[in-house]
């Protein structure tokens, strides 16, 4: 078996310009880095990108510019009948003719052994060209597949070229490079197997490789959003008081804070997410009908996840910055009259409390030498519904989204990309609301579960879910 220097199997990527060979190379590597371009001629020189999984390299592919002249191409291979070396008999003849530059280029991975990977837009019909270059590639006697990657779904010769095909390739695929999941990529390399007998050893390798990281990833992911929810759902502010505080005010700095915090946890959880998924480069634009495009304290998102009038009534103090404060009089309510004096003032569900029991309350230690107020934990179940059915969007849209896609443009129906307009959390069960229940308890410091089994357990149910949005079963 020929395989790359690293002994690693190795494609490379070959076709018309501007089919989309880059695209399908940054899905299949999951690189958003690779340079994709509509002004044909963008890439000029082969580059090869290696999968590395627990820092081991396990295959590669090889991005090559597009054929430039495949019809004197073809002429000059027809003359040399059948010979094994034709590649390197080529590239030693023409390395230093500019006209063949681009075909030098893009064959030197496949003589020193490279599997081919024919690209070609099936939003195109077949042309001279392209079965200039099918035949090129037959000549070459090497293994190859063709994958039908279409740029457009209105037009579709589909079935043309797959006639084609079959006379020249020994495997054919579509592989969309802008939709392709995880699954798909999968389903490449499975077909990928199929063209040599030799590769399907490593290759099955390669595909035990890809799974066990799937999984790793969900693990990771499921961590992330845990200990982010139990964060945020334990998170509060204070503020210390003096007799000339002025407690609206305070409330409404105390409360933006509140928020500020939250939406901080939230974002640090989207962020390891997204480079878990490997999307380095863009901010990926959500669709329009995503809760995650509203603000999280947004009276609209509390809406869109089928929050019922009564649920929304009761959020109502969080959605309208109006959390009830406690306040602490742990050092003798000094400014306790004041407060009492304005009264009202504090808002609905705030509630004065002595230092000992805000530091049952929320498990944290208090500093003495004054009066505080205080803000949070939320005391609202909806609030972990909320948070939950955000970070699985989230997911959903970052484990979906191809590599190769660089369109910055929202993504409109795509059905794959978690667009559920009721969140996840509508539909779970009476035991995994009561999973969720005992979580909110025990991280918000309503109550302290023994052993806390409640994180596990809720975390156990996230990975389940993670693992349902992966299989699009939700
Ligand atoms: N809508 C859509 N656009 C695609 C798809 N694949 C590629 N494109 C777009 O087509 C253009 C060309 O894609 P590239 O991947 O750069 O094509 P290439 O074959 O590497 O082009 P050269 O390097 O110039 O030979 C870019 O604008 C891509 O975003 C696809 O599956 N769907
Ligand atoms: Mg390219």
Not at 288 to 301: G, I, N, P, V
Request: glycine share 8%.
């Amino acid at each position: 078996m020929r395989t790359s220097p690293l002994n690693i199997p190795e494609f490379a990527v070959l076709g018309h310009p501007n089919e989309g060979k880059s695209s399908v190379v940054s899905t299949l590597a999951e690189d958003d880095q690779i340079r994709v371009s509509p002004v044909p001629g963008e890439t000029t020189v082969s580059r090869t990108y290696t999968v590395e999984i627990d820092k081991k390299k396990i295959i590669r592919f090889v991005d090559t510019p597009g054929f430039q002249a495949p019809r004197q191409t073809l002429a000059w291979f027809r003359a040399q009948g059948d010979s094994e070396k034709i590649l390197e008999h080529f590239i030693a003849t023409f390395h230093d003719d500019p006209f063949f530059a681009d075909e030098c280029e893009l064959m030197a991975p496949v003589a020193r052994g490279a599997g081919i990977i024919y690209v070609v837009n099936g939003a195109r019909p077949v042309r001279d060209d392209d079965i200039a270059e099918m035949e090129i590639l037959r000549l070459t006697g090497r293994p190859r597949m063709a994958i039908i990657n279409s740029k457009q779904m209105d037009k579709d010769y589909t079935r043309e070229w797959k006639l084609e095909f079959r006379k020249y390739f020994n495997s054919i695929r579509v592989f969309n490079s802008n939709t392709a999941d995880f699954k798909e990529r999968i389903r490449m390399l499975e077909s990928l197997k199929s063209i040599d007998q030799e590769w399907e050893d490593s290759l099955s390798k390669v595909i035990l490789a890809f799974k066990g990281e799937w999984k790793k990833r969900n693990r990771l992911a499921c961590a992330y959003i845990t200990l982010a929810l139990e964060k945020s759902l334990g998170f509060s502010v204070s503020e210390r008081l003096s007799l000339t505080s002025d407690p609206v005010r305070a409330r409404e700095r105390l409360n933006l804070s509140f928020q500020k915090g939250v939406r901080g946890i939230e974002q640090e959880m989207f962020t390891q997410i997204k480079s878990l998924f490997k999307h380095n480069l863009y901010d990926y634009p959500l669709p329009d009908y995503s809760l995650l495009q509203h603000d999280l304290f947004a009276k609209q998102t509390w809406e869109l996840l089928g929050l019922t009038q009564k649920q929304l009534a009761a959020a109502g103090a969080v959605l309208g910055g109006t959390m009830g404060l406690v306040m602490d009089t742990a050092a003798g309510g000094l400014t306790f009259g004041v407060f009492t004096a304005i009264g009202g003032l504090l808002g609905a569900g705030s509630a004065i409390w002595s230092g000992k029991k805000i530091a049952q309350k929320t498990g944290q230690t208090l500093q003495l030498g004054g009066d505080r107020l205080q803000v949070g934990p939320n005391e609202n179940l909806q609030f972990l519904y909320v948070l939950m059915d955000r970070a699985l969007i989230y997911y959903a849209h970052m484990m979906n989204r191809a590599h190769g896609r660089r369109d910055l443009t929202s993504l409109g129906s795509d059905p794959k990309a978690g667009n559920s307009k009721m969140g996840i959390s509508a539909a779970l069960s009476p035991g995994q609301r009561n999973i969720c229940t005992r979580f909110f308890k025990s991280v918000s410091g309503k109550r302290i579960i023994k052993g806390k089994k409640a994180i596990p357990e809720f975390a156990v149910l996230v990975e389940s879910l993670l693992e349902k949005i992966a299989n699009q079963e939700i």
